[in-house]
């Protein structure tokens, strides 16, 4: 690194990283503008990923917001080093991708793509379920070892390299048509760079040793004819980012960015996708406790729960909540990692962030348990 480390302590770092993400609330494409990524995933507890993150940075966001109006707005399901949302002018930092389909269904049934191709342009918004009435069910061994439903998974490695785009969802099932003409392409020292700095953006302030492994899958996924490490080096070298050196850990983050910052009395219930929590390494390093996404864990061997909701608390995420609708009841039971805050403040808000909760999810507040 070109720049010497900064002075800042952790509690600083801390502060930053909550403040920096959970920005003054705006409308729906401004939040996923200002995040760059939105995680996706279909678990549903008390509401999917994407809404639990959204619903902290969208003005009146409610539950399955971001599924109605998805087709009206410049965005885009894509894999970075997960997947999610994007804006849709980020789709240059990942196309073209040279990468083979997967499970190589292409090269099994090369006609089968200009097939599908001609049908999606001809019939616009196509369900896998009316493209399989029309084409035929030709099944394919998955990457599980079971079978699959050829076009289907055909539709997959076709927007995967671009050829076609999510159109909208029907019931959480993806719905495809004809990807829009993209600009000019970026050279691949430039992509990779900028896919490196939406990651640092979404996600800091990092470890490095995170930032580097971020780098590597995105390589992996997107660039495969690239070296992550190298990149990360020369987004080093080129002053992009500012580091600091806290109890032998090296963080990142943006350098246009500054780290004065207050935190909010304000409890929030994130998801464990939520950019706050993310990343498992600088969570424990952060606040001393390592979460765990129990979801598929066995019951029994569950110490949170099913989709334990990591418990902000100004800038220390200092226990977890467990949501469940039940009979359109909203109810919610708390644990911490020591003992409740016994400021009236704490209750204060913890109670308006589960009225929060209620309203996104249309619902009433019932059960409310501390332990």
Known sequence: MSRRASRVSLEQLRQYAVARTLFTPRDLEGAIR?????????????????????????????????????PSLPLAEELIHVYGILPRDSLRLLHPR????????????????????????????????ELQKALGAVRVINGWGGESVATTRMLEALHRRGHLRIARRDKGVKVYELAHALPKPLRSTERVTKLLE??????????ERSLRELAAVAV?????CANGAKAVARLMAEDRVRHAIVDGVTY?????????????????????????????????????????????????????????????????????????????VLSVETGFTAKRPREAAFGRELGAEIERMSEFLETRVGRVVAR
């Open 34 to 70: 200002a995040l760059g990524f939105v995680q996706l995933d279909p678990i549903r507890a008390p509401a999917r990923a994407q809404d639990l993150i959204l619903r902290h940075r969208v003005l009146g966001y409610r539950a399955g917001d971001l599924e109605k109006h998805y």
């Open 220 to 224: 992996r996924t997107s660039l495969p």
């Open 98 to 129: 040279p990468v083979r389909d997967p499970w190589h269904v292409e090269e099994a049934h090369p006609r089968l793509a200009k097939r599908i191709l001609t049908h999606v342009g001809k019939h616009g918004p196509t369900h896998p379920r």
């Open 252 to 328: 990142v983050w943006p350098a246009t960015e500054r780290l004065q910052v207050e935190p909010h009395d304000e409890v929030r219930l994130l998801t464990p996708f939520d950019p706050i929590v993310w990343d498992r390494r600088r969570f424990e390093l952060f606040w001393g406790w390592a979460y765990r996404f129990e979801a598929y864990t066995p019951p029994a061997k569950r110490r949170l729960g099913y989709y334990a909701l990591p418990l902000l608390w100004r800038d220390s995420v200092i226990g977890w909540a467990n949501a469940a609708l039940t009979g359109g």
């Open 198 to 207: 939406l990651m640092l953006h979404l996600y800091a302030p990092l470890p």
